[in-house]
DNA sequence: CCAAAAGTGTTGCTCATACACCCATGT
DNA sequence: ACATGGGTGTATGAGCAACACTTTTGG
């Protein structure tokens, strides 16, 4: 067993260790980071993308992403907190899911000097979402035919995390989270569509979604429609998230 | 036409907007930036990940993916330019191919401070690339059985840009850059047993390539085995760069 | 009775899997 | 001759795409 001495100097060597580590990273040069949210949501049919107007006065004609400083002051916050909370500061939602998907960080993308993006993306049922903070024009913006009306090079980004989100929601039925508790198929055909931005065969799609046997029948009927009623369904969350693994896995 | 007072009116407006704008993002936290490449090689048939010796003296036992600080000072360096710049100093390659991966951003990541770091990913055949820098002990090491071995938290970005490596190798025949130019269907078998990790049917594997008919039968026979000799191929690189985008098509 | 969408089955094609035997070469 | 891996074919099942008619409801 070691003496007390043999102890004492390890942790002095530890310690000033670290403070060489420390006065090594110091010694780099240093970037503000931000984070921006492509929240993409689905109402009326339509796939739209939330945005706000830009606020920096240079880009007070054109929409912006929902983004902020992260604080990478301190030992604060984790990249995937900072995109909640200025999810949260600039919406009001707290009941969303974002994951990552890119990394900006060209030179002269900001025109305030060098700063590096982290790109974040979610999907959401623009009817179950209040936003609640109301600043600076939050405002759905269809997907389609965005064009250069974009502040910075958010239309990049929002380019790259569409093309994500159209590849994530094929690996993963995500759309049960967009719609009602009770639904039609139609609607569900309606949401797939929209965010594929394709025509799909109707019984086709049947078939495909009753062979994954996520779908509980209610037994009800839609009202309220001028026509017949098509059955309403409940996404069966918890057999999904049984079989998850099956989802992810390369069968190769 | 306006005239010229205007346009200096205008011009001075602009620029005392962007001197606030430079104050405004000046004003927030700024952190240093690094990138890690995690090169994954084939050889053997067993996929390895290049590592070295630790800078840091508190990793000294420890190792690490090749990385360093990004230069975010001026408007000097893109990330992949980072990227590249930093595989090429750390080994010599300069022919390469380099894709992002992810940001990792843990407030308590570095030992030094909060340092975020944003991971790139390859996949290369070690015969074909000289190491021309060897210093910090350059080293292949098994990507199987990858253990805590590793400084900072170098095995979770590890484990990431594997699965983003397999994933990405079953949508795209990546497999023939690290082949020799002409390269028997055993070898090709080999790559992807290896970086799946699986073992595959050798009959249906075949069916599966020859199907895609990106393969060109050079007539010739492999030597130097001691069992019959297979036949050699070229991978049609002509044909496949033409059909790309069926390989990234959508075919709902 | 008309409009509008719901609901339903079949067929052919492609693709993945599982599986066993003969062939060419070096030793 | 034998050991080693190369080369081949077939049968089965799953899943996808294409396609048309009847049913139910509201108006």
Redesign the interface.
Known sequence: MKNESVLTEEIQV?SS??N???????S??????TVDCVVFGFDENELKVLLIRSD???YKDKWSLLGD???????????DAAAYRILKHRTGMDDVFLE?V??F????R???????T?AYCSLLNIKHHQLKVMDNELHWHSVQGLGDELAFDHKIIIDECYDWL??RI?EHPLGFNLLPEKFSLRELQNLYESI?N?K?DRRNFRKKFFAMDFLIDTGELEGDVPHRPGKLYQFNFQKYNHSKKKWNG?D?
Do not use: C, S
């Not at 400083?69 to 990249?79: C, H, I, K, R, S």
């Open positions: 530890k260790v670290i060489d580590t420390k006065k090594l990273v110091d780099y040069p240093r970037v503000p980071i920096l006065e240079i400083f992260a604080d990478v002051a301190g030992e604060a916050e984790d990249l990552q890119k990394t960080g060209h030179p002269n900001h025109p305030g000097g060098r700063v590096i982290i159209k590849k094929l594929l394709v799909m390369i190769f």
